[in-house]
């Protein structure tokens, strides 16, 4: 079956960084569009970042833009989000998606996708 794991989340002080990993089997990341959301509680799940399938666009939210960076490993079949620069407000679980239907573009909905990982935490607090 397809498989998503995440990575790569943890405790960090604000200013800080983390490189978050989604690590696929069962399928290419690069025969997929592959996203990345959050969820802090009480919130609704919104989109973070998403890569198309290869040839395919980037796209970030605005609160992302500028300090988050989607990137793929084809050899790796895994899929990274480096973050910078993080906010308190930033915490959240994270998950990564993908979906084979997108044909080179991406979107940050989640109704979009087919396929979720498990979630990894990310805390930005003092």
């Known amino acids: 079956q397809l498989q998503l794991v995440e990575s790569g989340g943890g405790l960090v002080q604000p200013g800080g960084s983390l490189r978050l990993s989604c690590a696929t089997s069962?399928?290419?990341?690069?025969?997929?569009?592959i996203a990345w959301f959050r969820q802090a509680p009480g919130k609704e799940r919104e989109g973070v970042s998403c890569?198309?399938?290869?040839?395919?666009?980037?796209n970030y939210a605005d609160s992302a833009k500028g300090r988050f960076t989607i990137s793929r490993d084809r050899a790796k079949n895994t899929v990274y989000l480096q973050m910078i620069s993080l906010k308190p407000e930033d915490t959240a679980v994270y998950y990564c998606?993908?979906?084979?239907?997108?044909?080179?573009?991406?979107?940050?909905?989640?109704?979009?996708?087919?396929?979720w990982g498990q979630g990894t935490q990310v805390t930005v607090s003092s």
């Open positions: 998606a993908a979906v084979s239907r997108i044909v080179g573009l991406c979107v940050l909905s989640a109704v979009a996708y087919d396929y």
């Open positions: 069962g399928f290419t990341v690069d025969s997929y569009s």
């Open positions: 890569i198309g399938k290869s040839g395919g666009s980037t």
